[in-house]
């Protein structure tokens, strides 16, 4: 037992008529644990996905070959041709015509060649991770034009060492495309591998969709997910995943949007787009950054369901981003962009026998995969989105008046903006409003009360981006800080004591690549073998899994704790375990001690949990090299429960306490 986290005072628990003595002094926490005020959604903590920072491409879908099918706008992107000696014509793009989704393929015409005379090397996402003794499995689209030509497959280390490969024959001949599939496994472990492929023979072939995945992909399914990255999102148990955007969603332009339609079927038929986020910011190029979308729909919706969380897409509702090109679809000729929405909805949620319903079958699950919640832009605001969004409400509704709509508040959580749309969306009686906040760690601490005073009886609220910024909002040096992750900490007490009118929250961004970031802070950070969760991940991460079903009014001098004494409380109850759950969040770098009344409770397990995050320093960080610096310490405590307990709060630090009820 810890002592020095949890004491137990001397005085009787039924001593709260008894005399006091000097410790009696201690200010109190008081929770009433038998008397529940509101539901907790199983949906309270989710989490956001968006591709950006390398989420995607580069990110969670583990291909290891950079533009793999040559569609890149420069089609040689991420491409080196390796040759002996140049001949005209050896190595060409071919753009075939009729073929809209994937035109691009290579030529490859072999003169009587010896391996190590003409070669294709690919330099990966950054390079490539490569794990010693790992499985890696190549596959490729080929048309054997003429003659016969062979491959021979290299894994490079950092310095051009071969670390890894095979000799694969194509068996096919004819003007038929044909896949082709080897395995291999790695002799060495390389954070910047590179992938050759030397040609050897005499004749001709044409070679597209060239990929490599790891064996070790998320439930080893094969062209899946890096399983390391998944992993941290399933260890939150989150209950619900926005995605598949964030900006991307709306695009720079209508013709960049997101179409989740484009996303299915076969990956060699899905036409990738320039991601957003290459372009977006001057100061952060990312030339080589494209949406594949080898990771689709189809995958997300599988992904929810892998982590057990709830689906929530959201789709483009008629307009682009508004801070780029502002475009928009006529209102009165926004049918395709509704029939998308209610598309979905029959893909998601319909038996095999529908048409959508059918695509979903055929791709592996014929089950419905129980959508709930629907997202109608992202971050649009203004008159033009509520037009819009009417529009979409009253189709979505006459057809699956189930289905929850997300609707946006814009991109600022107070404001012209978001005041005209908090209006118009109540008087429309919206489901759920989605506010955004990145705002400094004092905007956190000082809106904790922001609910309070939210009419419970209204529209919900979803926290569906929110981040405390070190610096400003978009600004390089911004960095996941423990200061900013304890005011988040602090500023959740806010939603989880507002869960009557609070439903859902969610961080963002969620995942950054070290070397191919435009935006920062973000919640977990990977480079191409390491992945660690920063402390706004373990703070996410700790009220997800202590979640609870029901608040409790948890007052000290008879008010919430929004920042009196530098404390920020929470206390809820978890009717599954039967255990009260106090979560607070100590700013101040003083050591401070509350006494912790359980009103009503006369008996409870002298077993409690008792888990602290907390660093003295705010600026402490988590990196890869000290990648649980700033991590939960877990411990179990025994309380006395003929005693008050005490709770010692450790300068800056963010406590939670589970007490059984008996
Ligand atoms: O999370 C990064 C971006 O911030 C999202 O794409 C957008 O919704 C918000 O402006």
């Known amino acids: 037992m810890n002592f020095k986290q949890l004491t137990v005072f001397s005085l009787l628990a039924s001593a709260i008529t008894l005399p006091v003595s000097t410790k009696a002094q201690t200010p109190v926490i008081n929770i009433k644990a038998t008397q529940p005020v509101a539901e907790i959604q199983p949906t309270m903590w989710g989490v956001f996905f968006e591709d950006i920072n390398m989420g995607a491409d580069g990110g969670i879908y583990a291909e290891l070959v950079k533009n793999r099918s040559f569609e890149f706008s420069k089609p040689w992107m991420g491409w080196k041709i390796e040759r002996k000696k140049a001949e005209e014509g050896d190595i060409i793009i071919q753009n075939r015509q009729g073929n809209t989704v994937n035109p691009r393929f290579i030529s490859v015409k072999a003169n009587n060649i010896t391996k190590g005379e003409l070669g294709i090397t690919n330099e990966g996402f950054k390079g490539m991770g490569i794990k010693k003794g790992l499985r890696y499995d190549f596959s490729v689209l080929y048309r054997h034009q003429k003659g016969s030509v062979k491959f021979h497959l290299e894994l490079l280390d950092?310095?051009?060492?071969?670390?890894?490969?095979?000799?694969?024959?194509?068996?096919?001949?004819?003007?038929?495309?044909?896949?082709?599939?080897?395995?291999?496994?790695?002799?060495?472990?390389?954070?910047?591998?590179?992938?050759?492929?030397?040609?050897?023979?005499?004749?001709?072939?044409?070679?597209?969709?060239?990929?490599?995945?790891?064996?070790?992909?998320?439930?080893?399914?094969?062209?899946?997910?890096?399983?390391?990255?998944?992993?941290?999102?399933?260890?939150?148990?989150?209950?619900?995943?926005?995605?598949?955007?964030?900006?991307?969603?709306?695009?720079?332009d209508l013709a960049n949007r997101y179409q989740w339609k484009k996303t299915l079927g076969p990956v060699e038929e899905r036409q990738l787009i320039i991601n957003r986020w290459n372009v977006e910011f001057a100061h952060r190029p990312a030339p080589d950054y494209f949406q594949t979308f080898g990771l689709g729909f189809f995958e997300y919706f599988q992904l929810a369901e892998d982590i057990g969380a709830e689906p929530l897409p959201i789709l483009n509702c008629g307009m682009a981003c508004q801070f780029n090109t502002a475009e928009v679809?006529?209102?009165?000729?926004?049918?395709?962009?509704?029939?998308?929405?209610?598309?979905?909805?029959?893909?998601?949620?319909?038996?095999?026998?529908?048409?959508?319903?059918?695509?979903?079958?055929d791709m592996g699950h014929p089950a419905p995969f129980d959508l709930k919640f629907l997202?109608?832009?992202?971050?649009?605001?203004?008159?033009?989105?509520?037009?819009r969004l009417k529009v979409?409400?009253?189709?979505?509704?006459?057809?699956?008046?189930?289905?929850?709509?997300?609707?946006?508040?814009?991109?600022d959580p107070n404001g012209d903006r978001f005041d005209y749309l908090n209006k118009e969306l109540r008087a429309m009686n919206a489901d759920i409003i989605d506010e955004h906040y990145y705002r400094t760690p004092d905007w956190f601490l000082k809106n904790a009360g922001r609910y309070d005073s939210y009419d419970r009886n209204a529209s919900k609220v979803f926290a569906g981006e929110y981040a405390a910024q070190s610096d400003k909002t978009v600004s390089v040096?911004?960095?996941?800080?423990?200061?900013?992750?304890?005011?988040?900490?602090?500023?959740?007490?806010?939603?989880?004591?507002?869960?009557?009118?609070?439903?859902?929250?969610?961080?963002?961004?969620?995942?950054?690549?070290?070397?191919?970031?435009?935006?920062?802070?973000?919640?977990?950070?990977?480079d191409n073998l390491r992945s660690y969760g920063t402390p706004n991940y373990h703070v996410q991460k700790l009220y997800s899994t202590n979640k609870g079903t029901h608040v409790l009014t948890t007052t000290e001098?008879?008010?919430?704790?929004?920042?009196?004494?530098?404390?920020?409380?929470?206390?809820?109850?978890?009717?599954?375990?039967?255990?009260?759950?106090?979560?607070?969040?100590?700013?101040s770098d003083k050591e401070?001690?509350?006494?912790?009344?359980?009103?009503?409770?006369?008996?409870?397990?002298?077993?409690?949990k008792l888990i602290v995050l907390k660093n003295a320093n705010p600026e402490a960080l988590n990196t890869f090299e000290n990648a649980t610096n700033i991590s939960p310490v877990e411990e179990t405590i025994t309380l006395n429960p003929k005693k008050k307990i005490s709770l010692t709060l450790a300068p800056n630090s963010f406590t939670v306490l589970r007490i059984k009820l008996l």
């Open 557 to 587: 001098a008879g008010k919430p704790l929004i920042g009196q004494g530098d404390l920020y409380a929470s206390g809820i109850l978890d009717k599954a375990t039967n255990e009260v759950i106090l979560k607070v969040a100590n700013i």
């Open 392 to 411: 979409f409400t009253k189709a979505i509704k006459a057809k699956y008046p189930n289905i929850k709509l997300v609707n946006s508040s814009g991109t």
């Open 592 to 608: 401070q001690v509350r006494e912790i009344n359980l009103e009503g409770i006369k008996k409870f397990d002298a077993k409690a």
């Open 158 to 252: 950092s310095k051009g060492n071969i670390i890894g490969g095979t000799t694969l024959v194509p068996t096919g001949n004819g003007h038929e495309w044909k896949k082709e599939a080897i395995s291999f496994s790695a002799t060495e472990t390389e954070a910047k591998g590179k992938f050759r492929i030397w040609f050897e023979g005499n004749g001709e072939i044409d070679l597209d969709m060239v990929s490599l995945f790891p064996e070790d992909t998320w439930k080893k399914r094969p062209g899946g997910m890096r399983a390391d990255m998944i992993q941290l999102l399933a260890d939150m148990k989150p209950g619900f995943i926005r995605f598949p955007g964030g900006c991307i969603v709306e695009g720079i």
């Open 375 to 387: 997202g109608i832009g992202n971050e649009n605001w203004g008159p033009q989105y509520v037009e």
């Open 477 to 526: 040096k911004n960095v996941n800080n423990w200061k900013c992750a304890l005011s988040e900490a602090a500023f959740m007490t806010g939603l989880e004591r507002n869960a009557q009118v609070v439903n859902m929250a969610s961080y963002a961004p969620l995942f950054a690549h070290a070397e191919g970031w435009q935006w920062t802070p973000d919640m977990i950070w990977v």
């Open 329 to 361: 679809v006529p209102v009165n000729e926004l049918d395709s962009y509704v029939q998308d929405a209610l598309d979905l909805i029959e893909f998601a949620n319909a038996e095999p026998n529908t048409k959508w319903g059918k695509v979903r079958a």
